[in-house]
């Protein structure tokens, strides 16, 4: 790899095993970040390697806690920007998870390094239409007005000079609106598979079928969709449960109380008592509207869970269909009359289709397969930094801004 790489994170997300990669090949700078130290040296990141500026985190906690004015809430993103647009040594690489890069890229205009986002999403335009289309299919308020923050972020990313995408939707969503296609690179994540160890299981006779999902249960993240399965299994005479395993949304909670499904709300897991929980489901969903690669499907797969997952997500590139998992688009019940009752009516075919999907997860997504992608990436972006501290004007990945 070519020089190095700072990482700028406001969120946890996959930055250590985004981190982790570029350390194996001797690629990683600094990770800057609004979180305390230990997040990240628990997970295996040197201390000498993180700039942490935890106090707008904790400020806006404790204005939660107290129950005191919003206004009062600091901008997290744009704190840590300041935070980093003020360090007097920054490595030629500078790549931005979650939204911080709207509040640096301009304060780094003048500074000759490379500009990345890790897109962890389609194109913001394309994420708030998903966002608000489950709204509206929820019965609930929603606008298909682009507001003012949305349209700042995409300006923002026009200035960056790679985006680097976890699947192929999320490349094409940026590329049709017209940002370089050799600007727009594929790195699919990776999932630590002797964590989320394979899991052999029996088919699931004389007991309910259990759906797991993990996650923010909310809204956009498809919980209607969620539920319309369970009713509609319901309706079938298939006997199924529903396994919640992450935080409630209120307007899901809502939604959650007025269905009939059968839900167990197994809150927020993590380490063993997550896998555990994938340990004992039958199936894994995802069900969501607008999703770019999920770590959280590959980590369901890795433990030997054929995915139920939405088409609107980056989650169908890691399904053969039929095999590993089965894709839906419509999630009406003539679809789950169609997709769904040959492994729900036949819960013996589930075993064989877990297995495909440990062995897929093991061969295609391990971190081992993730590094390599990681290392490819970054080697084209540090290319391009040596052009840029060499005095070379380079051009950014945006088209209309070249």
Same mark, same amino acid.
């Given at each position: 790899?070519?020089? +190095?790489?700072?990482?700028?994170?406001?969120?946890?997300?996959?930055?250590?095993?985004?981190?982790?990669?570029?350390?194996?090949?001797?690629?990683?700078?600094?990770?800057?970040?609004?979180?305390?130290?230990?997040?990240?040296?628990?997970?295996?990141?040197?201390?000498?390697?993180?700039?942490?500026?935890p106090?707008?985190?904790?400020?806006?906690?404790?204005?939660?806690?107290?129950?005191?004015?919003?206004?009062l809430?600091?901008?997290?993103?744009? %704190?840590l920007?300041? @935070?980093?647009?003020?360090?007097?040594?920054?490595?030629?690489?500078?790549?931005?998870?979650?939204?911080?890069?709207?509040?640096?890229?301009?304060?780094?205009?003048?500074?000759?390094?490379?500009?990345?986002?890790?897109?962890?999403?389609?194109?913001?335009?394309?994420?708030?239409?998903?966002?608000?289309?489950?709204?509206?299919e929820?019965?609930?308020?929603?606008?298909?007005? !682009?507001?003012?923050?949305?349209?700042?972020?995409i300006?923002?990313s026009k200035?960056?000079?790679?985006?680097v %995408?976890?699947?192929?939707?999320?490349?094409? @969503?940026?590329?049709?609106?017209?940002?370089?296609?050799?600007?727009?690179?594929? %790195?699919?994540?990776?999932?630590?598979?002797?964590?989320?160890?394979?899991?052999?299981?029996?088919?699931?006779?004389?007991?309910?079928?259990?759906?797991?999902?993990?996650?923010l249960?909310?809204?956009?993240?498809?919980?209607?969709?969620?539920?319309?399965?369970?009713?509609?299994?319901?309706?079938?005479?298939?006997?199924?449960?529903?396994? !919640?395993?992450?935080?409630?949304?209120?307007?899901?909670?809502?939604?959650?109380?007025?269905?009939?499904?059968? %839900?167990?709300?197994?809150?927020v !897991? +993590?380490?063993?008592?997550?896998?555990?929980?994938?340990?004992?489901?039958?199936?894994?969903?995802?069900p969501?509207?607008?999703?770019?690669?999920?770590?959280?499907q590959?980590?369901?797969?890795?433990?030997?869970?054929?995915?139920?997952?939405?088409?609107?997500?980056?989650?169908?590139?890691?399904?053969?269909?039929?095999?590993?998992?089965?894709?839906?688009?419509?999630?009406?019940?003539?679809?789950?009359?169609?997709?769904?009752?040959?492994?729900?009516?036949?819960?013996?075919? !589930?075993?064989?289709?877990?297995?495909?999907?440990?062995? +897929?997860a093991?061969?295609?997504?391990?971190?081992?397969?993730?590094?390599?992608?990681?290392?490819?990436?970054?080697?084209?972006?540090?290319?391009?930094?040596?052009?840029?501290?060499?005095?070379?004007?380079?051009?950014?990945?945006?088209?209309?801004?070249?």
């Amino acid at each position: 790899m070519t020089g +190095k790489v700072d990482i700028v994170v406001e969120r946890q997300w996959h930055a250590p095993a985004l981190a982790r990669a570029l350390m194996r090949g001797n690629g990683l700078g600094r990770v800057f970040t609004g979180f305390p130290k230990s997040r990240y040296t628990a997970q295996g990141i040197p201390p000498e390697k993180i700039r942490s500026h935890p106090l707008p985190a904790v400020w806006n906690l404790a204005v939660s806690k107290l129950g005191l004015p919003p206004a009062l809430r600091r901008n997290e993103p744009a %704190c840590l920007a300041s @935070s980093v647009a003020a360090s007097r040594e920054l490595s030629p690489v500078v790549t931005c998870l979650a939204t911080s890069y709207q509040h640096l890229f301009p304060k780094l205009l003048s500074r000759p390094v490379v500009r990345v986002i890790e897109c962890g999403s389609m194109h913001p335009e394309d994420h708030f239409h998903f966002q608000q289309r489950a709204r509206r299919e929820a019965g609930l308020l929603w606008s298909p007005e !682009l507001p003012g923050h949305v349209a700042e972020e995409i300006e923002a990313s026009k200035l960056a000079h790679f985006l680097v %995408c976890g699947s192929r939707m999320v490349v094409e @969503s940026y590329v049709s609106r017209g940002y370089d296609p050799e600007r727009v690179l594929l %790195c699919p994540y990776g999932v630590d598979t002797e964590r989320f160890r394979f899991h052999p299981r029996e088919a699931p006779l004389g007991r309910p079928i259990r759906i797991a999902t993990v996650g923010l249960i909310g809204i956009r993240k498809g919980i209607l969709r969620l539920l319309r399965i369970a009713e509609w299994a319901q309706a079938s005479g298939i006997p199924l449960e529903l396994h !919640l395993i992450g935080p409630v949304d209120p307007e899901a909670e809502d939604l959650i109380s007025r269905s009939s499904a059968n %839900c167990h709300r197994l809150g927020v !897991l +993590k380490g063993e008592a997550l896998v555990q929980a994938l340990h004992q489901a039958d199936l894994y969903c995802l069900p969501s509207y607008e999703e770019g690669f999920p770590i959280s499907q590959l980590e369901a797969m890795a433990t030997g869970l054929p995915a139920i997952t939405s088409n609107d997500t980056g989650g169908r590139e890691a399904v053969t269909d039929g095999t590993d998992g089965i894709v839906l688009s419509d999630f009406t019940p003539e679809e789950f009359d169609a997709r769904l009752r040959p492994w729900l009516s036949d819960p013996t075919l !589930l075993p064989a289709a877990g297995s495909a999907a440990a062995s +897929k997860a093991r061969e295609l997504y391990s971190l081992d397969a993730y590094s390599r992608n990681v290392g490819s990436c970054y080697a084209v972006a540090g290319e391009l930094a040596a052009r840029a501290l060499s005095g070379e004007s380079i051009r950014v990945s945006h088209r209309g801004n070249a």
